[in-house]
């Protein structure tokens, strides 16, 4: 099958590899319909994450048709359309019985890694380096999909591919932001990153009740789209002052919730940007924290701040103090979808939740290197780059 | 970039490094006092969501502890909170030089690396009836850059800190 496959740092290729098989009785084999790029796998593209091997196929947020399925799959059936949670998740271990989904005790191959590295291995993720399983993404015609009864989500016939695709990975993380970090009616919140996480975070604050939701970012396309289809409030980093407007945006006390949907490789317009950026070239440092950083100085006295962005390893600068002296609540996670997605598409189809406008550029799998190119420069206001692998 | 990609794979080869030699979690309470510092095998725990009856129905282990044989002591208890069943597993052998040890576990014939694996393979196959598998065929090729870590995705389930 075709593929686009991870050749070395920066280095991308759509070439030939051999078709998925089922590996396990609870598996089941999809045809991809539609695989999105995500903000993170610019780390991996990049070579920020050093557990990839040349030939791993990319791609983790995704929907398509079941065309084979393992004896022990229940709830599903060749011909089912449908939508796959970004991690693999077993659904029967502790902490997905607490639906914390990805952290899984059993969807990581290779829990050595991680268990390594950060004292403990999540879940596994498709596509997401040999850190998080080695399991083939989803950038291909075809993809393994382990755990299928739990991980898979047939999408209801009024839900079209386009809005679908989205509750693989960026509607769930967005939500689990605004769920986990406590978003409650009346609340003021504030979300740096203007991505596609970041926006399906400001529109589930929106949804829980926020009185105020506020979007953080550079790139006016992005802030546009939020003001536009999401309803919320922005602020442009390089022209206004944060801080400032901020504290006048919520009665002087600081957002309730801020929420960082950037990660590892965060702008800023400052000079600690040039100080991130040279410490994490020389890998002094290996993530830019410079929106988890704000986010912890800005949020109010007793506030939540909740880490969406992906990291990697260590930081410098952290702010600890401000964590202990305002009595914060610090949080992270990726994504447990598996807890989100039924009531994600239940919302899809009543037209709560739109995401189409994410998806600003579509193309065949052969233009993936294309795709990944303008999404990582932002050129032509590319937000999110969509390949259709089997069209 | 390649170099410092190489960097940060040899960074994370160090730190497994220094766990085949008796990282930082053995503490001192694993080593016996002597004129040799010998490790003591110690107890390799994993908890598994479910009662002790399903752990070990009639007392009879799952196949990849079984297996295991005389060579290892299994002692199962109440997870507390009702988080399932404790596994204990550890050698029954006496004490070993760490350097032979980690000689062992680098070659990967450490029989502690056999007690994780079937710790980790019982946990899957309690749980979820199947041990989870790897896919395949790989759409990967190995380079001079990948090597170190191919051996050590070899260990997956080998190594680690459980």
């Not at chain 1, 799959?73 to 989904?101: A, E, I, L, P, T």
């Not at chain 1, 960082?260 to 940007?273: D, K, N, T």
């Not at chain 2, 000689?103 to 979820?128: F, H, N, V, Y």
Request: with cysteine.
């Amino acid at each position: 099958m075709k593929a686009l496959v991870w050749e070395g740092a920066n280095e991308l290729a759509v070439r030939q590899v051999p078709d998925p098989q089922i590996r396990n009785d609870q598996d089941a084999i999809v045809r991809v319909r539609r695989s999105v790029t995500c903000g993170s796998d610019l780390h991996l593209l990049g070579g920020y994450i050093p557990f990839m091997e040349r030939g791993d196929v990319l791609g983790h947020e995704f929907l398509g048709d079941i065309v084979e399925v393992g004896p022990q799959v229940r709830n599903h059936k060749v011909g089912d359309r449908v939508v796959v949670c970004s991690f693999v998740s077993c659904g029967k271990c502790w902490y997905c019985q607490q639906q914390q989904f990805s952290l899984c005790d059993n969807g990581n191959t290779i829990p050595m890694i991680t268990e390594n590295v950060w004292g403990s291995a999540p879940g596994g993720c498709y596509g997401y380096s040999h850190a998080l399983g080695g399991f083939a993404g989803s950038h291909a015609e075809y993809i393994r999909v382990p755990y299928a009864d739990q991980g898979a989500f047939t999408v209801p016939d009024e839900v079209s591919d386009e809005r679908a695709l989205f509750a693989s990975d960026a509607a769930p993380t967005g939500w689990m932001g605004a769920d986990l970090g406590g978003v409650k009616p009346g609340d003021v919140v504030a979300v740096w990153g203007a991505g596609g996480v970041g926006q399906m975070a400001a529109r589930a604050s929106v949804l829980l009740g926020a009185d105020r939701v506020i979007v953080i970012d550079r790139l006016d396309n992005r802030l546009e789209m939020a003001r536009t289809h999401l309803g919320v409030e922005t602020l442009n980093y390089e022209r206004q002052d944060v801080s400032g407007e901020l504290l006048e945006r919520s009665g002087g006390r600081g957002p309730d919730v801020c929420i960082e949907a950037v990660g590892m490789e965060s702008h800023s317009s400052g000079p600690q940007f040039l100080y991130d950026q040279v410490k994490q070239q020389l890998r002094i440092e290996s993530d830019r924290p410079i929106a988890a950083r704000e986010a912890i100085y800005n949020c109010r006295k007793g506030g939540s701040v909740f880490i969406l962005g992906v990291f990697a390893g260590l930081v410098d600068k952290f702010p600890l103090g401000a964590v202990m002296n305002k009595g914060l609540t610090l949080r992270g996670a990726q994504q447990h979808g598996q807890r989100y997605i039924p009531m994600l598409l239940e919302r899809m189809a009543r037209g709560e939740l739109v995401t189409e406008h994410l998806a600003t550029h579509t193309m065949p799998l052969d233009e993936a290197p294309r795709g990944y190119e303008m999404f990582k420069q932002k050129l032509d206001g590319c937000v999110r780059a969509v390949f259709q692998p089997t069209s | 970039m390649r170099w410092l990609i190489g960097g940060a794979v040899v960074v994370a080869g160090g730190m497994v490094a220094r766990r085949l030699l008796g990282g930082t979690d053995q503490g001192d309470g694993h080593w016996q006092r002597g004129q040799t510092r010998r490790r003591r095998p110690r107890w390799h725990m994993a908890t598994v969501n479910r009662p002790a009856n399903d752990v070990a129905p009639g007392g009879q282990l799952p196949e990849p502890l079984a297996g295991l044989g005389d060579a290892v002591e299994v002692q199962l208890r109440p997870a507390p909170g009702d988080r399932g069943t404790e596994i204990a597993v550890r050698l029954r052998d006496g004490s070993r030089l760490p350097v032979a040890a980690a000689a062992r576990r680098a070659t990967g014939r450490d029989p502690e690396q056999a007690i994780r694996a079937a710790l980790r393979e019982s946990k899957q196959l309690i749980e979820t009836t199947e041990v989870l598998h790897p896919d395949y065929p790989p759409t990967t090729e190995p380079t001079p850059m990948n090597k170190p870590l191919r051996m050590a995705t070899q260990q997956g389930r080998r190594e680690g800190r459980l």
